[in-house]
């Protein structure tokens, strides 16, 4: 399949359309991750539907001293994928067609979100982010549109801004594509070295401790839900010898478990990755609540998102992993 290249809204406008519109928004540069955003998108619009892909470098979310000139522009490259991968069409418009006046001076508030962790570190990013969605929503008039979780916060704070500002439109998340390796695949890996991408490796490997340390929390707290509500029980369990199993998963699960536990399996690794050559230098680890991206607490129930962020060598990366808790039901 070929995708057209359309460079202005007036050509993407004077497009028949007979079913679904999906739109994927991508700064190019696409990778096997867009790839699975492209064809979710093309099973999502359906055989009679459009996919449009987006690629614009928005310069409003590069804060002083990030990427903007380095950030890699693939343009045909790109388009062969988006084709391949069953996109209709690729807007591709300059900065000038998104930004005609020059650099709005009405912008979108992220808000409080905005401000935290991701925000926290790159001060005005989402801000410039949300600008340039907007925008690209009204350009592109989508029925849905997709974006990937491995940018959690992002695709949580577009969610919010499409309900509180009633857009209209379905937003869809896709599960983060990672390597063989478990590093998640960005259009930034490309900067890594090999000792590099080693020692990038660290990030994914520090959520997949946490999340298995998560894992066997809640394992031990549904067993600790066995345990009985009265001595009568708790004597008649204990003739056939459960009374003790029920009641050691009762305390591991009591008293050395929670949030913090997870955030500290997944540090462990993170500490022994900033003693690597090149070391990881951690920007942030957290467990967060993904309707507003504040830490969670020891009582909380349902999805969390565990985040990271570090550098390694010039380059910056972020990876996260859902997280739900409560699996293991009520109390009987």
Known sequence: MTATLLRTAADLHARARTGRRAVVMTMGALHE????????????????????????????????????????????????????????????????????????????SA???????????RPGHFDGMLTVVAKLLHLTRPDVALYG???????????????????????????????????ALSSRNRYLSPAERRTALALSQALFAGRDRHAAQEALRARAREVPASRARAEALSAIGESRAAADAHAVATTAGGPAAIRAAARLVLDEAARLDPPLQLDYLALVDPSDFTEIGDDFTGEAVLAVAARVGATRLIDNTPLTFGTFGDAS
């Open 149 to 183: 979780q491995k940018d959690a916060q992002q695709l949580a704070l577009i969610r919010r801004m499409v309900r509180d500002l009633n857009f209209g439109i379905e937003i869809v998340g896709v599960p983060t594509v990672r390597e063989e390796d478990g590093l």
């Open 33 to 108: 991750g867009h790839a699975t955003l492209i064809r979710t998108a093309r099973k999502t619009a359906g055989p009679d539907g459009e996919v449009v892909v987006t690629v614009f470098v928005n310069p409003l979310q590069f804060g002083a001293g990030e990427d903007l000139d380095r950030y890699p522009r693939t343009l045909d490259a790109d388009v062969e994928l988006a084709g391949r991968s069953g996109a209709d069409a690729v807007f591709a418009p300059s900065v000038d067609e998104v930004y005609p006046g020059g650099e709005p001076q009405v912008r979108v």
């Open 111 to 121: 808000g409080p979100m905005g401000e935290r962790l991701e925000g926290a570190a």
